[in-house]
């Protein structure tokens, strides 16, 4: 019974994984194809060959790894795209570019067909069962050398011939910015530029002087209030003094006297017999000094 649930659960996991890539592969676009290649992008090889550009339109990464590309309708799995190869992971809004040189050994992105200038070409985009197709697209014959065919915006429905070749990265570019174009046509000397640099930079620095002087004037307000505070805190202690009572310094004068008296209340009782040793000499005797009076 166990087994049959861990069964039942692992089977689950599969049909979700295989439709939730499925789900992410569908986000892919055949996105500009270059059929005739004289003088543009190389391979890794340095080789020019046609290429196939494939383009993500989610938010999300897509692994396009077991898909298939083909040019033949009646053959949807001609190439499938090989798994184990990280650069098959697809970010958000970024393309891949496969080369149609017929070499597939050269690596994952080299497909086993190539693209004919003179006919039309059929490209397809199969999902990893190799039945849901994902898109397609016919390329007209006699395109021009060098000039790619694709969606003049990424992902987007419409298709052109795009003078401007862009292999792996946005098919729409801007040539002028609009806003320039216009600053340049009204000052085409660069006046107006610079007055409006210098007018932004004095603007800045009158604005940093007003706020330095009112946090200086804020700084001096609060420094004097504080100078007032402590004036009146010690005029306050001051007023203080000299107003003790009478009672108070009798009682200071007692304990002083108190304390003094039991310092000397046991000295006062003892008498000290100190003795006094001095060097006995007849030189220094007075007895031989002293004369009788003569009587007369």
């Not at 692992?10 to 439709?19: A, E, K």
């Not at 969606?151 to 292999?167: C, H, S």
């Not at 930079?201 to 209030?225: E, H, N, P």
């Not at 009478?246 to 200071?252: C, H, N, S, V």
């Amino acid at each position: 019974m166990i087994n049959k649930k861990i069964g039942v659960l692992l089977l689950f996991v599969v049909l979700f994984s295989f439709g939730a890539n499925a789900q992410r592969a569908a986000s892919m676009r055949i996105n500009e194809v270059l059929v005739d290649n004289e003088d543009n992008f190389v391979d890794d090889y340095g080789k020019r060959h046609p290429w196939i550009e494939l383009y993500n339109t989610s938010a999300g990464t897509v692994n396009i790894a077991g898909c298939y590309l083909t040019n033949d309708k009646n053959n949807p799995k001609k190439y499938p795209i090989p798994k184990g190869d990280v650069l098959t992971i697809i970010p958000p809004h970024q393309h891949t570019l496969f080369w149609a040189d017929g070499e597939p050994n050269r690596g994952t992105f080299h497909v086993n067909f190539t693209l004919d200038p003179a006919t039309d070409n059929y490209i397809a985009l199969y999902d990893a069962d190799g039945r849901t197709l994902i898109d397609e697209i016919t390329i007209p014959a006699a395109q021009k050398a060098d000039v790619s065919y694709g969606r003049v915006i990424d992902g987007q429905d419409e298709w052109a011939q795009l003078t401007k070749v862009t292999p792996s990265t946005n098919n729409l570019t801007l040539d002028s910015n609009e806003k320039i174009e216009n600053f340049k046509e009204n000052d085409s000397i660069g006046i107006g530029m610079t007055v409006t640099a210098m007018a932004v930079v004095f603007s800045g620095l009158f604005l940093l002087y007003i706020i330095f002087k009112q946090v200086g004037k804020f700084a001096i307000a609060a420094s004097k209030r504080n100078a007032k505070k402590a004036a009146g805190t010690a005029s306050g202690v001051s007023a203080d003094a000299g107003e003790e009572s009478g009672e108070i310094f009798a009682a200071i004068a007692t304990a002083l006297y108190e304390m003094s008296d039991d310092n000397h209340d046991v000295e006062n009782t003892v008498l000290t017999i100190r003795k006094v040793a001095r060097t006995y000499s007849p030189w220094s005797s007075k007895l031989y000094g002293l004369r009788e009076v003569p009587r007369k």
